[in-house]
């Protein structure tokens, strides 16, 4: 038996989604994108960090694990409420941070 898989994306579809909503979706994730492509600069100047670090320590830096996780994740959302999926009409939040009460959720296991 093989072990789970390390990364878990998760999306639970809403039973009623509004059939025209996805017209104005794209509008409301303007400030989404705006933020995300700051996070992505970001998550990609602290990859080749991390790279260094683990080829420095051997170890993956928890919080730049924690940091690039938390951008997929949002990014997950966003993609889950206005891209992908049009899985959901609940507004994604603005958090890195994980939560419980939204329909999408992406977790990575800390490899030690």
């Known amino acids: 038996m093989s ?3 390390p990364a878990r994306r998760d999306g ?8 025209w909503f996805w017209l104005v979706k794209w509008a409301l994730l303007i400030p989404h994108f705006l933020c995300l492509v700051g996070l992505w600069i970001e998550m990609s100047v602290l990859t080749v960090a991390a790279g260094i670090s683990i080829l420095v320590t051997a170890r993956y830096p928890r919080a730049l694990f924690e940091f690039n996780a938390g951008v997929l994740r949002w990014t997950w959302r966003v993609a889950f409420y206005g891209g992908n999926a049009f899985g959901t009409d609940r507004y994604p939040p603005f958090s890195l941070k994980s939560d419980p009460t939204y329909r999408a ?4 296991i800390y490899p030690e």
């Open 3 to 5: 072990p789970p898989y």
């Open 12 to 19: 639970r579809i809403d039973a009623s989604i509004n059939r």
């Open 105 to 108: 959720d992406y977790d990575v």
